[in-house]
């Protein structure tokens, strides 16, 4: 288990690192091509960095947790929750800093009904979360009950053999 548990950890630590080293180059992409839109684009994502941080930690905690099994599993569906309510909110702040340059008008729609998006995606995350769990448990339960049939089964099996030879 500590094994699985290291290397989960370190594939999230290699992760955050790509995305630090992805930033950092379009940092220099953009001190390249002098650009308002690329320099607006570069100001939001490094304005963001601490978000971007916190939705990955809290996915990977989620999965973390999900990963740990029952009865662990329990905590992943809130972790999972927060951070796609903030994905979410993220997605729109971005939507709206595109619109600004496209001026579709649909940046100002979405950011006022930003909360509501977050909120509706947090219930939606929660919920289907337990639905998951619930689900994973079941075909557990059943996967345990069919092997223990089979036991038994062989156990059967293996009595008849040997009433057959004595």
């Not at 630590?13 to 950092?24: A, E, N, P, S």
């Not at 940092?27 to 960095?49: A, H």
């Not at 978000?51 to 809290?58: A, E, G």
């Amino acid at each position: 288990m500590v094994r699985n548990s290291t290397s989960f950890i370190m594939s999230w630590v290699y992760g955050i690192i790509l995305i630090i080293i992805l930033i950092f180059l379009i940092n220099i992409v953009s001190y390249f091509i002098p650009n308002p839109i690329s320099k607006d684009l570069v100001g939001f994502i490094n304005g963001n960095i601490i978000l971007i941080i916190i939705i990955s930690f809290l996915f990977f905690l989620g999965s973390f947790f999900y990963f740990m099994g029952f009865p662990i599993d329990l905590a992943f569906p809130p972790f999972d929750a927060v951070g796609g309510a903030l994905l979410v909110y993220f997605i729109i702040n971005l939507i709206v800093l595109i619109d600004k340059y496209l001026v579709t008008g649909i940046g100002n729609i979405l950011q006022a009904y930003s909360y509501i998006f977050s909120i509706i995606i947090f219930f939606i995350v929660i919920i289907f979360g337990y639905i998951s769990i619930l689900q994973h448990q079941s075909r557990r339960m059943r996967h345990h009950n069919l092997k223990r049939d089979d036991d038994m089964h062989d156990r059967k099996v293996v009595r008849r053999t040997i009433r057959r030879t004595y």
